[in-house]
């Protein structure tokens, strides 16, 4: 639970703000598109747009538990308060490696593909929008942890612990990314018309 007695965190603030951009976003990306043009892909080996956003919904699903593990130790081990969140040099290049236009390409790991293909817009735009209430939950849960000192483990990579405040953005920058690239499918010249 929020601390109530300290002011708002700036950085959570942010990305509240970035959140909301986000949802904008996807609202325009989606607006409009028939369940055809959702799953039409460019050729077999690129992604349609429901890839993408089904792509960001499994993966951020499988964070959320990592987050809410990092924002209850930190709690539990007293890490709150702290100076202004700042990035860490992993978690910074992390965030900046995901922003698009991205400068290189990466394969996503087998335990966040998309869920099966040819789903309908509603259901996968349905959840994409819960994933965004429950992420913006957790940066209201996090209101006066020590966004620097509390840890978060990948579900991804074991290995790769990062800061509470730069495993938010790099979710929010992922989320940039795959929105941009869902962008750019309707934009291909074979685009269907509906």
């Given at each position: 639970?929020?601390?109530?007695?300290?002011?708002?965190?700036?950085?959570?603030?942010?990305?509240?703000?970035?959140?909301?951009?986000?949802?904008?976003?996807?609202?325009?990306?989606?607006?409009?598109?028939?369940?055809?043009?959702?799953?039409?892909?460019?050729?077999?080996?690129?992604?349609?747009?429901?890839?993408?956003?089904?792509?960001?919904?499994?993966?951020?699903?499988?964070?959320?538990?990592?987050?809410?593990?990092?924002?209850?130790?930190?709690?539990?081990?007293?890490?709150?308060?702290?100076?202004?969140?700042?990035?860490?040099?992993?978690?910074?290049?992390?965030?900046?490696?995901?922003?698009?236009?991205?400068?290189?390409?990466?394969?996503?790991?087998?335990?966040?593909?998309?869920?099966?293909?040819?789903?309908?817009?509603?259901?996968?735009?349905?959840?994409?929008?819960?994933?965004?209430?429950?992420?913006?939950?957790?940066?209201?849960?996090?209101?006066?942890?020590?966004?620097?000192?509390?840890?978060?483990?990948?579900p991804v990579a074991s290995f790769l612990r990062v800061r509470l405040g730069d495993a938010f953005g790099f979710l929010l920058s992922h989320e940039r990314r795959h929105l941009w690239q869902a962008r750019r499918v309707r934009e291909e010249p074979?685009?269907?018309?509906?």
């Open positions: 639970m929020p601390t109530q007695t300290t002011a708002p965190s700036p950085t959570l603030e942010d990305y509240r703000r970035q959140l909301d951009a986000i949802r904008r976003d996807a609202d325009d990306l989606l607006g409009g598109l028939s369940d055809a043009q959702f799953n039409w892909r460019p050729d077999p080996h690129r992604w349609a747009v429901a890839e993408c956003v089904s792509h960001l919904n499994v993966s951020g699903a499988a964070y959320l538990p990592a987050l809410d593990r990092s924002i209850a130790d930190a709690r539990e081990h007293g890490l709150t308060g702290g100076k202004p969140f700042r990035p860490g040099l992993l978690g910074g290049w992390m965030t900046r490696s995901m922003e698009p236009p991205p400068r290189m390409r990466m394969r996503a790991p087998k335990s966040i593909l998309p869920a099966a293909p040819d789903r309908p817009l509603a259901e996968v735009q349905a959840e994409f929008m819960a994933l965004q209430d429950e992420l913006e939950r957790r940066f209201r849960d996090a209101e006066g942890v020590d966004l620097r000192r509390a840890r978060v483990t990948s074979g685009f269907p018309k509906r």
